[in-house]
């Protein structure tokens, strides 16, 4: 519902108030926003993983290092990293 065209058919019950309808617009809205923010999740997901192989690709590598070499500075912990080039 677009409450700034009014020749768009108002969506909800007649009856509601300019309140009720905004509130109920806001609600579309959040629910919409939700959905986006999964689909940028899936997408940022997927542009880290190798289809093909189903493991990190080089970007998701990196990402990850980056990760792994924050978390061994701020605790002073011991790592290791196993490398293979496919």
Same mark, same amino acid.
């Given at each position: 519902?677009?409450?700034?065209?009014?020749?768009?058919?108002?969506?909800?019950?007649?009856?509601?108030?300019?309140?009720?309808?905004?509130?109920?617009?806001? +609600? #579309?809205?959040? *629910?919409?926003?939700?959905?986006?923010?999964?689909?940028?999740?899936?997408?940022?997901?997927?542009?880290? &993983? %190798?289809?093909?192989?189903?493991?990190?690709?080089?970007?998701?590598? +990196? #990402?990850?290092? *980056?990760?792994?070499?924050?978390?061994?500075?701020?605790?002073?912990?011991?790592?290791?990293?196993?490398? &293979? %080039?496919?």
């Amino acid at each position: 519902m677009a409450l700034d065209k009014p020749d768009q058919p108002r969506t909800g019950n007649p009856a509601m108030g300019p309140a009720a309808l905004l509130r109920a617009e806001v +609600e #579309r809205l959040k *629910a919409d926003l939700i959905k986006a923010e999964w689909k940028i999740a899936e997408l940022e997901a997927r542009a880290d &993983i %190798d289809p093909l192989l189903d493991i990190f690709n080089r970007r998701g590598f +990196e #990402r990850e290092l *980056a990760r792994s070499l924050a978390y061994v500075k701020r605790y002073r912990t011991a790592a290791v990293l196993v490398y &293979i %080039d496919l």
